[in-house]
């Protein structure tokens, strides 16, 4: 029975070389993706664009990346192939050469559309093979893998502004360098994955595969229906954070522009750090408590950093940001679990609605900031974790027998 027990053990334990080359991946095709905004300002310059195109050009990467995300997911759910990771960052790689050399227009947009093709393919399918290689720890599994994409999107622009800006645009050729290492870390996925697809085909895993819906469908739905609330009022509130903390600081407290990046960075790292906890958290105690807590948790410090000074505010600042960002690797496996047969499409929604929301909550803020000023946007919006509440309302997938 103990020489049993310990190859159960064995068994379900994560494979962490996957996991690791999976955070690597989505580390280094999320630092791409950053490449796109943070060369904006050479974009503009050299072809002579006004705010309204650059505007459009936001609008096709975010309908590329958003929409197509849940289509990718739902495709593959139906017909999983072992090689979707690679065939994303050829995607990926396309874009980037045509963005970095592209004088017009329509090409640029096409460029922007195969870049975020790129995000739509990577997001959901390398999130279901992290619930497959995590086991019974998914959460744990989930936190690895955001970590990687939050650490690569805050140092994409800072590469940006080390390899581009000091020179011209076709330098953002040389990201190519990033794309063949993403190639590289994705080949131990890619054969763990083909792996696992013969077992399912063979019949070992056919049981994992077929996994019953722990409730009715619909409760299912009116359980996806509030977590969609929960993601509403955790992507405004980030936004706000992300987009416009640096302009906050300046105009509150008279900071220097380089003061407000490292109080930004702060923030960066506190968003990782949450994702990070989040997720073995969530394995431990259920996924229902941690977003519960950690977004109705969040409005304590959201309140009061409105009404304090600069040292409280960036600490504030940290505190919010390590709470809110622990929440979303609990709400990915909720919802996963709650539709165990369609990973893809899961995770392809949740993410394309997550980027959706943050998009049009930036553009949304941006205006209300322009018409009655920015800590009018802070008053606001930090009212907004208090939607956690509807965390109340979500069954407890623990008492199904998951």
């Given at each position: 029975m103990k020489l049993l027990k310990k190859i159960k053990t064995f068994v379900e334990m994560?494979?962490?070389?996957v996991l690791l080359a999976l955070s690597a991946?989505?580390?280094?095709?999320?630092?791409?993706?950053?490449?796109?905004?943070?060369?904006?300002?050479?974009?503009?310059?050299?072809?002579?664009?006004?705010?309204?195109?650059?505007?459009?050009i936001t609008l096709v990467y975010q309908l590329a990346a958003s929409i197509f995300q849940p289509v990718v997911g739902y495709a593959f759910d139906r017909r999983p192939f072992s090689g979707s990771l690679?065939?994303?960052?050829?995607?990926?790689s396309v874009g980037i050469i045509l963005f970095a050399f592209c004088s017009t227009l329509p090409g640029i947009l096409f460029a922007v559309f195969m870049?975020?093709?790129?995000?739509?393919?990577?997001?959901?399918?390398?999130?279901r093979i992290t619930s497959l290689a995590g086991h019974e720890r998914r959460g744990f599994a989930q936190s690895v893998f955001q970590v990687g994409g939050n650490f690569g999107g805050s140092i994409g622009p800072l590469l940006v502004a080390v390899i581009v800006a000091p020179h011209d645009r076709r330098y953002v050729a040389f990201f190519l360098i990033f794309s063949a290492l993403c190639f590289w870390a994705m080949a131990p996925v890619c054969r763990w994955y083909a792996s696992y697809l013969r077992q399912l085909r063979s019949g070992e895993r056919q049981r994992e595969?077929?996994?019953?819906?722990?409730l009715s469908k619909p409760l299912t739905v009116f359980a996806i229906c509030v977590i969609i609330v929960l993601i509403f009022s955790k992507y405004i509130y980030m936004a706000s954070l992300?987009?416009?903390?640096?302009?906050?600081?300046?105009?509150?407290?008279?900071?220097s522009v380089s003061l407000s990046q490292i109080f930004l960075?702060?923030?960066?790292v506190s968003t990782a750090a949450g994702t990070l906890v989040g997720g073995p958290v969530g394995d431990r105690y259920g996924r229902k408590a941690v977003i519960w807590v950690s977004i109705l948790g969040t409005a304590p410090f959201s309140l009061l950093m409105p009404h304090v000074g600069l040292a409280l505010t960036v600490i504030l600042s940290f505190c919010a940001g390590f709470?809110?960002?622990?929440?979303?690797?609990a709400i990915l496996l909720y919802a996963q679990e709650l539709l165990p047969t369609k990973l893809g499409m899961i995770s392809g929604l949740f993410f394309g609605f997550a980027f959706g929301v943050g998009g049009i909550a930036s553009a949304v803020l941006g205006n209300f900031a322009d018409r009655y000023g920015i800590e009018a946007v802070y008053n606001f919006c930090a009212y907004t974790p208090l939607l956690g509440m509807v965390a109340a309302f979500l069954p407890d997938l623990k008492k199904q027998g998951r």
């Open positions: 994560p494979a962490f070389h991946a989505h580390c280094l095709n999320d630092l791409l993706q950053s490449v796109i905004t943070a060369v904006y300002p050479m974009l503009k310059s050299d072809l002579h664009l006004n705010f309204a195109q650059i505007g459009l690679p065939a994303g960052m050829c995607c990926t870049v975020g093709i790129g995000s739509a393919t990577l997001h959901p399918e390398a999130s595969h077929n996994a019953a819906l722990p992300s987009s416009y903390y640096t302009f906050y600081l300046i105009e509150r407290f008279g900071v960075f702060v923030f960066v709470m809110l960002s622990s929440a979303f690797p």
